[in-house]
């Protein structure tokens, strides 16, 4: 009976040990980014967008599985630096309030708010690098 349980006993820990090395690791820094974009996302965004990204009907877009959060990088991160001043439409439905540029915050933050906000609210889209930020801002 002893040699079974130590059998048994050493089978979990392999297993164990064995499962532990094969989870997919994940995206390294998203997470860092994702904490640091919440914090961005709640002192510059959160009063336009609200605390669950649903905006304000006609007046401020939604940030829940739009085409614009979980589309082009680019023209989302142009938003971000240029702001916002034509009702153009989103999803088909027009939104009048202005937004403006956020262009004095720094690349990392753009990064790390529009990497918040494309991987929460429901969404699940590639995080934005302070690299596209970057390049994205020079062309400007």
Do not use: W
């Amino acid at each position: 009976m002893k040699k079974v349980l130590i059998i048994g006993v050493a089978l979990c820990a392999t297993l164990s040990f064995l499962s532990a090395q094969t989870k997919a690791p994940k995206k390294p820094g998203i997470g860092q980014s994702v904490s640091r974009g919440k914090k961005v996302y709640e002192q510059y965004c959160l009063t336009c967008h609200q605390v669950d990204g649903s905006g304000v009907p006609h007046l401020n877009p939604p940030l829940i599985k739009t085409s614009f959060v979980l589309g082009n990088k680019t023209k989302l991160v142009q938003i971000v630096l240029k702001g916002m001043q034509a009702s153009e439409p989103i999803d088909d439905e027009y939104y009048s309030n202005n937004m403006p540029p956020h262009n004095f915050l720094k690349d990392e933050e753009i990064a790390d708010v529009l990497t918040y906000v494309r991987n929460n609210f429901g969404n699940k889209a590639a995080a934005v690098t302070v690299a596209e930020v970057k390049t994205i801002r020079a062309k400007n």
